[in-house]
């Protein structure tokens, strides 16, 4: 298990970052393709992006077996004000900060930008008993055909949303959604399945009662992915071992929260705003006061 943080001038630089900390511990990079037993990944610049999607396998430096599902980056310009009037381009120098865990390995890439601003890109391998596929999966801020307008996030009482062109929530942006960000590759009913899958049906109940109004301390609770059956029911297919959902309300980003013997680092979902969920750009601005806590191996 690693921690990895410094500056970065490029996407150039933010990929040269993410191969050379992955490669030292335990991957194998060939061509633009990560590779760590049956885990692969393939990382690239695209443009002013840098982009993620996964796969099977790799031959020559080329994924194989590439996902169904859009790829994942970081880059994306969200806009906010009143008329959607205010762009936050990522603009360099950035800051970053790559977790590498392991047992099940998974990788957290986080960009800090305008002081206040994050994306990421995230990747690893599911050890969800039951599944076809291998598990590989992956997913960031923004995918390929997403959209920088803030949307209303589903509320803490449980409600809908009223827009699908940004959602940064980790597995909570369907293919209706902001087009399906990254995927798990689960084939639980089909070939080649890798997407289909949502992330908030029992987040809201634990962390809606987060902070607590006794002591003020914020619960962190597993980040637990389903896929949709022909059933009409639910399967799950990761539940993550790394990251966890946590409100930042008496919290600061980046805060390092020690639970002896584990240590965790938070981010807001993109840019911490009041009220505590998402609302439609005139009133927030920022994707509330959910966030996330990574896994900590650093001094």
């Not at 801020?141 to 809908?160: E, K, L, V, Y």
């Not at 980003?253 to 969920?277: A, E, F, G, N």
């Given at each position: 298990m690693?921690?990895?943080t410094?500056?970065a001038?490029?996407y150039?630089d933010?990929?040269?970052a993410?191969q050379?900390?992955?490669?030292?511990?335990?991957?194998t990079?060939?061509?633009?393709?990560l590779s760590?037993?049956t885990?692969f990944?393939?990382?690239?610049?695209?443009?002013s992006t840098?982009?993620?999607?996964g796969?099977?396998g790799?031959?020559?430096?080329?994924l194989?077996?590439r996902?169904?599902?859009?790829p994942s980056l970081?880059?994306?310009?969200?806009?906010t004000?009143?008329?959607a009037?205010v762009?936050?381009?990522i603009?360099?120098?950035?800051?970053y900060e790559i977790?590498?865990?392991a047992?099940?390995?998974e990788?957290?890439?986080?960009?800090n930008?305008?002081?206040?601003?994050y994306?990421?890109l995230?990747f690893?391998?599911s050890?969800?008993?039951?599944?076809?596929g291998s598990?590989n999966?992956y997913?960031?801020t923004?995918?390929?055909n997403?959209?920088g307008s803030?949307?209303?996030?589903?509320?803490i009482g449980g409600?809908?949303?009223?827009?699908s062109?940004?959602n940064?929530?980790?597995?909570?942006?369907?293919?209706?959604y902001?087009?399906?960000?990254?995927?798990?590759?689960?084939?639980m009913?089909a070939a080649?399945?890798?997407?289909?899958y949502?992330?908030y049906?029992?987040r809201w109940p634990?962390?809606?009662?987060?902070?607590?109004?006794?002591n003020g301390e914020?619960?962190?609770?597993p980040?637990?992915?389903?896929?949709?059956?022909p059933s009409?029911?639910?399967?799950?297919v990761?539940?993550?071992?790394?990251?966890?959902?946590?409100?930042?309300?008496?919290l600061?980003d980046?805060?390092?929260i020690?639970l002896s013997?584990?240590k965790w680092?938070v981010?807001p979902?993109?840019?911490r705003?009041?009220p505590?969920?998402?609302e439609?750009?005139?009133a927030?601005g920022?994707?509330?006061t959910?966030g996330y806590?990574?896994?900590?191996?650093?001094p």
């Amino acid at each position: 298990m690693a921690y990895v943080t410094g500056t970065a001038n490029s996407y150039a630089d933010l990929l040269a970052a993410l191969q050379a900390a992955c490669t030292a511990n335990g991957y194998t990079l060939t061509g633009n393709v990560l590779s760590k037993g049956t885990l692969f990944v393939e990382a690239k610049v695209v443009g002013s992006t840098l982009q993620i999607q996964g796969g099977s396998g790799q031959s020559g430096g080329v994924l194989s077996g590439r996902s169904n599902a859009q790829p994942s980056l970081i880059g994306l310009t969200v806009y906010t004000g009143p008329t959607a009037a205010v762009a936050h381009p990522i603009v360099f120098p950035v800051t970053y900060e790559i977790h590498l865990n392991a047992a099940p390995d998974e990788v957290y890439l986080f960009v800090n930008y305008e002081t206040t601003c994050y994306q990421y890109l995230a990747f690893g391998q599911s050890d969800q008993p039951g599944l076809v596929g291998s598990g590989n999966w992956y997913y960031g801020t923004a995918g390929t055909n997403t959209s920088g307008s803030i949307w209303d996030f589903r509320t803490i009482g449980g409600g809908g949303t009223n827009g699908s062109t940004f959602n940064p929530g980790l597995f909570d942006a369907l293919q209706g959604y902001g087009g399906g960000i990254g995927g798990i590759d689960h084939q639980m009913d089909a070939a080649g399945q890798w997407s289909s899958y949502v992330s908030y049906p029992d987040r809201w109940p634990i962390q809606q009662n987060s902070p607590s109004a006794w002591n003020g301390e914020s619960v962190l609770s597993p980040i637990i992915v389903y896929t949709f059956r022909p059933s009409s029911l639910f399967s799950p297919v990761l539940q993550t071992r790394h990251i966890r959902w946590v409100m930042l309300d008496n919290l600061v980003d980046r805060q390092i929260i020690d639970l002896s013997p584990d240590k965790w680092m938070v981010y807001p979902l993109w840019r911490r705003s009041s009220p505590r969920t998402y609302e439609p750009t005139p009133a927030g601005g920022g994707t509330g006061t959910l966030g996330y806590a990574v896994r900590y191996t650093g001094p």
